[in-house]
């Protein structure tokens, strides 16, 4: 499996429900970030989470992080249908030599149905 | 601010042929990185630079792929000859020193290879 997985692979919800996309990584990190990508566009970086934290909030987007069992969740609440996307988390590793490398997951692919 | 760019936005090409996809990163940013994400898989990084130097060219495939970064601004990556496992997205991204973490994405070059 891969560093930085994310579950499910796919996600289908009403307007107003939660969205809650899950990822899970092997090695010790830096931080963690979860990205958005809608369909044919750059991806664009929503939250950073540090290792050293264990919640953080942006907007309707509340990001989780536990080291020690080496996952993140995102919650997304009161969706919209504009938050149609995929959604990557990404992980920084801890130490080596390469200072801003990120890890990819194979993404989670949400649908917000009107 | 402009954000990343990238050019072309598609490409289609045939195997064996030579393609060059260009980058400008938002300016100021001296790390410049290349990703990409080939036809089901995850989003993998290619390579880093800071200012004109290759910080980390662990991600490169082969030697079919050359990137540079002259004069520490805009960046090129070719490939040369094409093969048909090269197609995907290709995404470049920046970002300030100090601030390696928070990348920002261009929108990607996808590139067809026949």
């Known amino acids: 499996s891969q560093q930085g997985e994310e579950d499910p692979q796919a996600l289908s919800i009403q307007e107003g429900e939660n969205a809650t996309m899950n990822c899970s990584y092997k090695t010790s990190i830096n931080n963690l970030q979860w990205y958005r990508q809608n369909s044919g566009r750059g991806l664009v970086h929503l939250i950073l989470?540090?290792?050293?934290?264990r919640e953080k909030h942006s907007g309707r987007l509340r990001v989780t992080l536990d080291t020690s069992k080496k996952s993140s969740s995102l919650l997304i609440t009161a969706s919209r249908a504009a938050d149609t996307a995929s959604y990557f988390c990404a992980t920084a590793v801890a130490g080596g030599t390469s200072y801003g490398k990120l890890t990819f997951g194979q993404g989670t692919i949400l649908t917000v149905h009107p | 601010e402009a954000g990343v760019t990238q050019f072309p936005s598609h490409s289609v090409i045939e195997k064996g042929q030579t393609v060059t996809l260009r980058c400008d990163p938002i300016?100021?940013?001296?790390?410049l990185y290349w990703y990409r994400r080939v036809m089901g898989k995850e989003i993998k990084f290619l390579l880093h630079?800071?200012?004109?130097?290759?910080?980390?060219e662990s991600g490169m495939p082969n030697n079919r792929f050359l990137a540079e970064r002259t004069g520490g601004t805009y960046s090129t990556l070719k490939v040369q000859p094409a093969e048909l496992e090269d197609s995907g997205v290709y995404f470049c991204a920046s970002s300030q020193a100090g601030l390696e973490w928070t990348q920002y994405f261009g929108p990607g070059t996808r590139l067809l290879v026949l």
């Open positions: 300016s100021g940013h001296d790390n």
């Open positions: 989470i540090r290792s050293n934290e």
């Open positions: 630079f800071v200012k004109e130097s290759k910080q980390d």
